[in-house]
């Protein structure tokens, strides 16, 4: 997690049982999940949409699964799963 404070220049918003963290910038949103027996690869990618009713997904053409979600709604979940209060909400 201390390499993508620094990358970011801020630190997570939401850390879960430090294994999971999200951070909130003006650029990007980016969260990372500890599962060592599948370092470096991607397990997802994802984008607010502020029309989606709940999350979704679907897969595009290489095989990479594309979460859409509204942001209220993800931070909703992150809040249920992390170990302190986040304040994600855009």
Same mark, same amino acid.
């Given at each position: 997690? +201390?390499?993508?404070?620094? $990358?970011?220049?801020? /630190? &997570?918003?939401?850390?879960?049982?430090? #294994?999971?963290?999200?951070?909130?910038? *003006?650029? !990007?949103? $980016?969260?990372?999940?500890?599962? &060592? @027996?599948?370092?470096?690869? !991607? #397990? =997802? $990618?994802?984008?607010? @949409?502020?029309?989606?009713? /709940?999350?979704?997904?679907?897969?595009?053409? *290489?095989?990479?699964?594309?979460? =859409?979600?509204? +942001?209220? #709604?993800?931070?909703?979940?992150?809040?249920? %799963?992390?170990? %302190? #209060?986040? *304040?994600?909400? &855009?």
């Amino acid at each position: 997690m +201390a390499e993508y404070s620094i $990358l970011l220049g801020s /630190q &997570p918003i939401a850390i879960a049982k430090n #294994r999971y963290a999200l951070w909130r910038t *003006n650029e !990007v949103n $980016l969260s990372i999940t500890e599962q &060592p @027996d599948k370092a470096g690869t !991607v #397990r =997802h $990618l994802g984008f607010e @949409d502020s029309e989606a009713s /709940q999350i979704a997904s679907q897969y595009d053409s *290489n095989g990479f699964e594309w979460e =859409h979600f509204t +942001a209220k #709604r993800y931070c909703n979940i992150i809040q249920m %799963q992390t170990t %302190q #209060r986040a *304040n994600c909400n &855009p």
